[in-house]
């Protein structure tokens, strides 16, 4: 069973400021999504990876897949309050149907 | 419209009971999931369905059967429901790598 590690597990942070949460693993994955889950709802796909090395960009945030595809990070430029959020990477490792979950990133920006 | 549907949103229930939480996806996918996320927001599989076929059934107690009568629904029924049940369930399905969650069911036991 693959295992993914997340960091930060908690981060509290004011309007403006930028940040990055990490997700790393020890297994090579052929896709790696992320995932935001706001209070009270189900986890929202928001990317998802799959060569290594690759960067996508969704307005504010920014997505890397690692060279070896073991780890993945999130970068959010002036985070908004509405990025408040649990942020959850998933791997999939190829021949595997099931995705596998990080603990999470629970995200807080205060105004 | 709701994607991936699943009653009751809440359910507050005493130990020893047994409850069923249902689940409807309209989005025409072959594979539905249950996950369960405890207090400290940790998402794990519990089964998932490939056209009606269980294909995943993760170590989770004999208390807990899905079942599904047809591949756009995934019934997760709970018997002598116990303290540490207390979680949210979501249901989701997918057709490739993407999943598609519900909105959570919350259980609480008392």
């Known amino acids: 069973t693959q295992l993914l590690e997340q960091s930060p597990q908690f981060l509290s942070i004011q309007e403006g400021e930028n940040l990055t949460v990490y997700c790393n693993s020890s297994?090579?994955?052929?896709?790696l999504q992320w995932y935001r889950q706001e209070p009270g709802e189900g986890p929202v796909l928001l990317v998802t990876v799959v060569t290594g090395g690759e960067v996508k960009k969704l307005k504010r945030l920014t997505f890397q897949f690692g060279d070896a595809r073991k780890d993945s990070s999130l970068h959010i430029t002036a985070a908004q309050p509405g990025d408040t959020g649990l942020y959850l990477c998933a791997g999939a490792e190829s021949g595997y149907s099931t995705l596998t979950f990080g603990k999470g990133t629970m995200l807080l920006v205060s105004p | 419209d709701t994607a991936v549907s699943q009653t009751p949103k809440y359910l507050v229930t005493q130990m020893g009971n047994d409850k069923s939480i249902k689940c409807e996806q309209n989005l025409g996918h072959d594979t539905m999931y249950w996950y369960k996320q405890d207090s400290k927001k940790f998402l794990k599989i519990m089964f998932s369905?490939?056209?009606?076929?269980?294909?995943i059934n993760e170590t989770v107690p004999n208390r807990f059967s899905p079942k599904s009568p047809d591949k756009a629904h995934l019934n997760l029924h709970i018997n002598s429901l116990e303290l540490g049940d207390s979680a949210v369930y979501f249901c989701?399905?997918?057709?490739?790598?993407?999943?598609?969650f519900g909105e959570g069911s919350w259980l609480t036991v008392v």
């Open positions: 989701a399905s997918s057709q490739t790598d993407t999943i598609y």
């Open positions: 369905y490939n056209n009606k076929e269980l294909i």
């Open positions: 297994s090579v994955f052929s896709s």
